[in-house]
């Protein structure tokens, strides 16, 4: 398959792109970096990105920033942010991929534990991911010509938390990580959310 890894720079997407890449033929997406860059809080730069790749069998998103901190010291630029970008950025994924993806294709995105299971700090995270997650439920009722829509739920990555200074067993590898996505990419499933570490 033709696989668009949106992300594939980071340290999640870096791990998909080495699991897929053995099977499908993989194009890694950054943001200032990989074959191809893209902004994901930019609708136009969406537009660019699916411009210069032409049809697809799959895009996976492992993308998006969203802010990190106290309830109280979040400001509005933050919620904006992360709203903006890691929710909004992957709802234009699909809204504007809808005419990419070919026939029986599909789109995977990235949510992540915190919509579930949060914790202090987390009030912009978590609400982006359950965003995402709302988002994927409802878009695969309505995706045309087959097309499925999953989002993938990662815990803490142990690599992630090993440049944070905190114990990496704590968190899963990326590599376990990414067999949630090829679950996602190779399956026929639609509008779930897989929790990596039930895949891994």
């Known amino acids: 398959m033709d696989v668009l890894v949106v992300g594939g720079t980071g340290t999640i997407g870096s791990a998909v792109v080495d699991t897929l890449s053995p ?19 930019d609708p136009e730069s969406i537009d660019r990105l699916y411009d210069a790749v032409g049809p697809q069998d799959a895009v996976l998103s492992c993308a998006g920033e969203a802010a990190f901190g106290e309830l109280l010291e979040l400001t509005t630029d933050d919620f904006s942010r992360s709203l903006s970008n890691k929710l909004m950025g992957q709802v234009y994924l699909v809204r504007h991929g ?21 914790m202090p700090g987390s009030a912009a995270i978590s609400l982006v991911n359950a965003g995402v997650e709302g988002f994927v439920r409802a878009a695969a009722l309505e995706a045309p010509r087959d097309i499925r829509v999953n989002v993938v739920s990662p815990p803490w990555v142990a690599e992630t938390l090993d440049e944070m ?4 067993s704590d968190g899963l590898p990326a590599a376990a990580v990414a067999e949630a996505y ?19």
Not at 24 to 36: F, I, N, P, Y
């Open 23 to 41: 099977r499908h033929d993989v194009t890694a997406v950054g943001h200032t970096s990989g074959e191809l860059q893209v902004d994901l809080a």
């Open 182 to 200: 090829r679950t996602s990419l190779e399956g026929d499933m639609t509008g779930e959310t897989l929790d990596a570490r039930a895949l891994a």
């Open 98 to 118: 809808l005419n990419v993806v070919c026939d029986g294709g599909s789109f995977t995105l990235t949510s992540g534990v915190l919509s579930q299971e949060p």
């Open 165 to 168: 200074g905190e114990d990496p």
